[in-house]
């Protein structure tokens, strides 16, 4: 896609963060926004500082019908979307053995099942209008190096997002679909996800952190308010860069290259060789 204006953008997540600075670099390219969230004031909010045309849908992503209401709204106001960006994230904060299956029925059905309820609802859309359109799909440094403390839940959430956009990425190119795949994968970013658990649902009950698991995230929590991170509007740059130019992955951090390396060259160094035998 090489030019955005007049163009559709759908971002889900779109009440603050990344999110919202989402729908404003794509308003800023002359895009209408559609900004989906659960979190009905800060969508609200969100949409008053896009200078454009915005449609706010209130949207649990971890719900499918939800994802298909967003759909048909978008569709009905503006007769097609273009970009989708599957972008609403939460996480908790405690060792594997100490997550409740409230705390992964959660973190996934937000973090994963949302994404594959974008993807499931958007793309038979996409490929039925024949137009060029794209799909961002939001993972993070640890959908690359998974192997981090306390974070668990939110890891596997993130690594599930990278395979399912490698996978639609490599089915978009064999059927010759014009239809594009990016998986963004920020790394300290200043965002609210760090206190995402003021969306989450009562039925789930209140996430029961233990002390190492609070010192976690008050640990992510300084990473992400440091001098290194990145405002959501650099991460929201990068994406739109991404979309016109057709670039896979976005990483917008090398903050976690030396173990990311680590980690693939351990893989590497555990694969057989032709004619090699291990003892």
């Given at each position: 896609m090489q030019d955005l204006h007049g163009k559709v953008a759908?971002?889900?997540g779109g009440a603050s963060g990344i999110g919202a600075a989402l729908g404003r670099a794509f308003a800023d390219q002359g895009c209408a926004v559609v900004l989906a969230d659960v979190e009905e004031g800060a969508l609200a909010a969100s949409a008053r500082g896009i200078d454009g045309d915005v449609l706010t849908v209130v949207t649990d992503v971890s719900d499918a019908t939800a994802v298909d209401r967003l759909?048909?709204?978008?569709?009905?106001?503006?007769?097609?979307?273009?970009?989708?960006?599957?972008?609403?994230?939460?996480?908790?904060?405690?060792?594997?053995?100490?997550?409740?299956l409230d705390d992964w029925h959660w973190v996934l059905g937000v973090n994963l099942w949302g994404?594959?309820?974008?993807?499931?609802?958007?793309?038979?859309?996409?490929?039925?209008?024949?137009?060029?359109?794209?799909?961002?799909?939001?993972?993070?440094?640890?959908?690359?190096?998974?192997?981090?403390?306390?974070?668990?839940?939110?890891?596997?959430?993130?690594v599930g997002v990278v395979a399912l956009s490698e996978t639609l990425r490599t089915e978009m190119a064999m059927s010759g679909a014009p239809v594009g795949v990016s998986v963004?994968?920020?790394?300290?970013?200043?965002?609210?996800?760090?206190?995402?658990e003021r969306n989450r649902p009562a039925s789930f009950g209140q996430e029961d952190r233990t002390a190492e698991g609070e010192g976690?995230?008050?640990?992510?929590?300084?990473?992400?308010?440091?001098?290194?991170?990145?405002?959501?509007?650099?991460?929201?740059?990068?994406?739109?860069?991404a979309v016109l130019h057709d670039r896979f992955w976005v990483i917008t951090s090398e903050e976690m290259r030396q173990p990311i390396a680590a980690r693939f060259a351990e893989i590497l160094d555990e694969m057989p060789t032709e004619g090699a035998s291990r003892e």
């Open positions: 759908v971002v889900t759909a048909d709204e978008a569709f009905q106001r503006f007769g097609a979307v273009h970009v989708v960006c599957n972008n609403a994230g939460v996480s908790t904060f405690n060792a594997v053995g100490d997550q409740t994404v594959i309820h974008g993807v499931r609802t958007f793309l038979p859309r996409l490929l039925d209008q024949g137009l060029p359109a794209h799909i961002v799909n939001t993972s993070s440094l640890a959908g690359l190096m998974s192997a981090m403390p306390y974070l668990g839940a939110y890891a596997v959430s993130k963004l994968c920020p790394g300290s970013t200043v965002t609210e996800i760090l206190a995402s976690m995230r008050q640990a992510v929590l300084s990473g992400f308010s440091g001098p290194n991170a990145r405002q959501p509007s650099e991460v929201a740059h990068a994406v739109v860069d």
